[in-house]
C-alpha cells in the first residue's frame, strides 16, 4: 500500500509515456504528484530534470520521486551526484523493494526502453510501498554520505 502523499517524478524523453502513465496511476491512488517534466517525446537532455528532482527530494518538497529515462543510468548518474539523494535503478518489482529496504533510496529509477508501462507502474508500486529497514544495513548508508 502507498502511504507517501506528495511524490516527484521526472523523465526524458525516452520515459514520457511511463511517466504520464505513472503519473495517472499516482493521482488515482490520491498521490499528489509533482512533475518535474519533460512534457513531451521531445528530445530533451535528461539532467535538465533529475537535477530539480533531486532538489525537491532534498529540500522534502516531494516525500520520495521516481525517474525514467531510456536505461535509467544517465537519470540515476545525475540524481546521485547530489549529496542525500539514492536513486536506485529498478528494472523489476523485487528490485525496486530491495533499493528502498536495503539502501534507503529515496529516487526510484525505470529503464523506459527496458520495461513496459504496466511494469513500470508495479516496479514504482512496489518502491512506494516498501520502508527502509535499517538495522544492519544503516552503517551502510552512512559510510555512504562519507566519501566526498
Not at 41 to 46: S, T, V
Not at 74 to 97: D, E, F, Y
Not at 129 to 147: P, T, V
Request: aromatic residues 8%; charged residues 25%.
Amino acid at each position: 500500500m502507498i502511504t507517501y502523499k506528495i511524490i516527484g517524478l521526472a523523465a526524458d524523453h525516452a520515459g514520457f509515456e511511463h511517466k504520464e502513465y505513472v503519473k495517472h496511476y499516482l493521482e488515482q491512488q490520491g498521490v499528489e504528484v509533482k512533475d518535474f517534466g519533460t512534457y513531451s517525446e521531445e528530445r530533451m537532455d535528461y539532467p535538465d530534470v533529475a537535477h530539480p528532482l533531486a532538489e525537491a527530494v532534498l529540500g522534502k518538497t516531494v516525500e520520495a520521486g521516481v525517474a525514467f529515462c531510456g536505461t535509467g543510468n544517465g537519470m540515476a548518474i545525475s540524481l546521485n551526484r547530489h549529496k542525500g539523494v539514492r536513486a536506485g535503478l529498478s528494472w523489476t518489482p523485487a528490485i525496486a523493494q530491495l533499493v528502498r529496504r536495503h539502501n534507503d533510496a529515496n529516487i526510484c529509477v525505470v529503464p523506459a526502453r527496458f520495461v513496459d508501462v504496466h511494469t513500470a507502474q508495479q516496479i514504482v508500486s512496489a518502491f512506494l510501498a516498501s520502508a527502509f529497514e535499517g538495522g544492519r544495513h544503516l552503517c551502510r548508508i552512512e559510510k555512504i554520505e562519507k566519501c566526498e
